[in-house]
């Protein structure tokens, strides 16, 4: 699921004439989507534990405005640095440039499609294989910061990089490859199997 659904900006590429900034805002999209996802990850945290949602209440909160404060800002310069004039801004306001972004270059279905793999990741990894029963919260709150930060450096680097040659296809699928590569290697470490946990006795009632 992983690996297709990062196929798909291949065809962007290939047949819709994407450029370098096309695949960088598609992929800052997908930041915020990996954020939706990782608050939906610390909402269903060990549910049963009365203590933890005390922790959410103030955990969630914070996360929410720390990681949204964190992709605008991520969001600002790549908009303003490799968006050029036709995507200027207002202060950190990158909602509007971002859906004009999505419209030019058709990026809504690549992004649903990067929507449904992460919440089939969600569905079958955290909640049916039960990764929710030895989640916790700290290690929720930084998991997107090490994703965010090893695989864009990468992917902002090298998106200037095909920017400075003209977006030539070579150089996005390059970047392509290496786009995938980083996702499944933290997707394979994250999801790697662990010690089995005590399960609640009646979790499946």
């Known amino acids: 699921m992983l690996v297709a659904a990062n196929l798909v900006p291949l065809a962007g590429v290939l047949l819709w004439g994407w450029d370098a900034f096309a695949l960088i805002a598609l992929f800052w999209m997908e930041n915020v989507v990996v954020g939706v996802f990782f608050i939906l990850r610390m909402l269903c945290a060990q549910p049963r534990e ?57 990026l809504w279905l690549p992004l649903a499609v990067l ?7 969600f569905a079958w990894n955290y909640l ?30 090298g998106g200037f990089g095909a920017a400075a040659l003209g977006s030539p296809v070579w150089a996005l699928v ?25 399960e609640y006795p009646d979790w499946k009632s």
């Open 128 to 157: 049916y294989r039960g990764e929710f029963r030895r989640a916790s919260l700290p290690e929720l709150m930084a998991k997107p910061y090490g994703r965010v930060v090893v695989l864009h450096l990468a992917i902002i680097l």
């Open 50 to 106: 009365p203590a933890l949602w005390a922790g959410k209440l103030f955990m969630v909160p914070f996360f929410c405005f720390h990681y949204g404060m964190f992709t605008a800002i991520h969001g600002v310069f790549v908009f303003s640095m490799l968006g050029g004039r036709r995507y200027d801004m207002r202060g950190y306001d990158v909602l509007e440039p971002a859906i004009r972004a999505a419209a030019d270059y058709g």
């Open 174 to 198: 390059l970047l392509l490859v290496l786009k995938i590569g980083l996702d499944l290697k933290a997707h394979l470490k994250e999801h790697s199997p662990k010690a089995p946990v005590k």
């Open 115 to 121: 929507v449904a793999s992460h919440f089939f990741s």
